[in-house]
């Protein structure tokens, strides 16, 4: 029988499947998508000022095994757990008494030494939930209780006054996440160059542009609204895919999907047209078998594309880089001993990564709870994931933690620096 990598769950969620739910526009729009009136904009306005700060939130989907990225070389349990996919402690980076990052994390390395990287352990939902399709939802709702469909990064923007789909971007992707949706328009944009019209700057631009403005102009209905809404989009966009196409001489992003979308993020950010909120993704951290060691796997592979790309893009923000933090989220993390199939299972607390000049880095964070008695369970959680989302929200941001996370006791850990 053939062992599977990750989980018929996870499969089906992964973004060549249910992330495809979002709808792109017809009538010779190429990429916008929209999610039902979430996104929907009447009129055309004029793009936001420059923002103060940049959030960019980069979710590992399919849980992410935090125990392999920051690993706790000074618990016994972790070597004795696993025995064949357990990282040596000798080969760890930026090793302290307790803990130690992957090698593959490498590129990241400088700056850690510059304290622009932290990480913080023990932190996910305050109740186990290894589900994918719910714990994505629990996580990126972020208000467990409520009915409403709202996301916190569509929470967050709420507080900017500026109801404009260019404050807060998927990028990378067609569809937009489940921490984007609310009542603010947002949009989800695949590549930068994409956000045009079919056939734009061809001798027949103008002639299309009109009659697609006669058209959806007098559409009525969410078709007509989501129409005129992309309109307003392109021409927004039209200063970023102006903008220069190429990384900043020198720097070389990993030739992959997030390596795509962490480039056209960076190139977003560069163009300075008012971006708040950028959501990435990188999946297939769903490793039930397959896991490997430092000389194979997927773990390794996985790794490394994320160290490669962060420090491409950090690398490419130029002077914009100031503002920027990055935070990285997975739905849960993996079981503490490895399964029959050199792989782990689906667990409970994991780690965070922060990135950015704000950032208090050089050093590990949270409690940790030790695995003396959770050899057969879970890593578990000491710190609410929120709390971590909280200290950037209202440090770099400059936001309401009651109104992007309400009901929600913060836990403050001085991770970050304030703005």
Partial sequence: MTEEKCCDEFAGLSRRGLFKAGFGLAA????????GQAVLQETRAAAPGPADAVLV???????CDGLSLVVPHGDPVYAQARPTIAVPSSRLLAKDGFFGLHPELAPLLPMWNAGELAAVHATGLPVANRSHFAAMEAVEDADPGSSA???WLNRLV?????????RALQVGSASVPTSLVGPQRTAA??????????GQDDEFEQARLTSMQT????AGGSLGTGGRSALGLVDSFAPIRASAPEPTPGVVYP?????RALAAAARTIRADRGVEVIALDQGDWDMHAGHGTLEWGEMRSNTRQLAQGLAAFFADLGAQRRKVTLVTISEFGRRVRENASGGTDHGHGNVMFLLGEGVNGGRYYGRWPGLANTLDADLRVTLDYRSVLGEVVAKRM?????????GVTMNMLGAVKAR
């Fill in 398 to 406: 400059g936001a309401s933690t009651a109104k992007v996370f309400p």
């Fill in 255 to 259: 030739e992959n999907d997030l390596g």
């Fill in 149 to 151: 469909r709202v996301g």
């Fill in 158 to 166: 709420g507080q900017s006054g500026a109801n404009d789909p260019l």
């Fill in 189 to 198: 944009i695949r590549e930068v160059d994409r956000v045009r019209l079919a």
């Fill in 28 to 35: 010779g729009l190429s990429v916008v998508s929209t999610f």
């Fill in 215 to 218: 058209v959806w102009g007098r």
């Fill in 57 to 63: 939130v980069l979710s590992l989907r399919g849980a």
